[in-house]
């Protein structure tokens, strides 16, 4: 997610594909430990990444939108990438 932002904003890149699956707002920098007795291991965030100022959207959506199905997937095929391909700048 943030190398989607700073890839964005730094070097105008094109997103393309479908939109992430997590909040541009969220935790993360994830830290484990193992309890005591039972040794099961916990994961918890240490650091909240804000990187959508005065909003909090669902998703970050792509520029382009382009979805992939399971057909794409059995057929072995990649329409982002075809689309990144056959796109042309402006």
Request: hydrophobic share 35%; glycine share 6%; proline share 9%.
């Amino acid at each position: 997610m943030i190398t989607a932002f700073k890839f964005r904003d730094e070097f105008n890149a094109i997103l393309i594909g479908e939109p992430a699956g997590n909040k541009p707002n969220h935790y993360g920098e994830q830290r484990r430990f193992s309890l005591p007795n039972s040794k099961l291991a916990v994961g918890y965030s240490t650091k909240h990444f804000h990187q959508i100022k005065n909003a909090d959207p669902p998703t970050l959506a792509p520029d382009i939108f382009v979805p992939y199905s399971l057909n794409d997937f059995l057929s072995g095929r990649d329409p982002a990438l075809k689309a990144a391909v056959d796109h042309h700048l402006r």
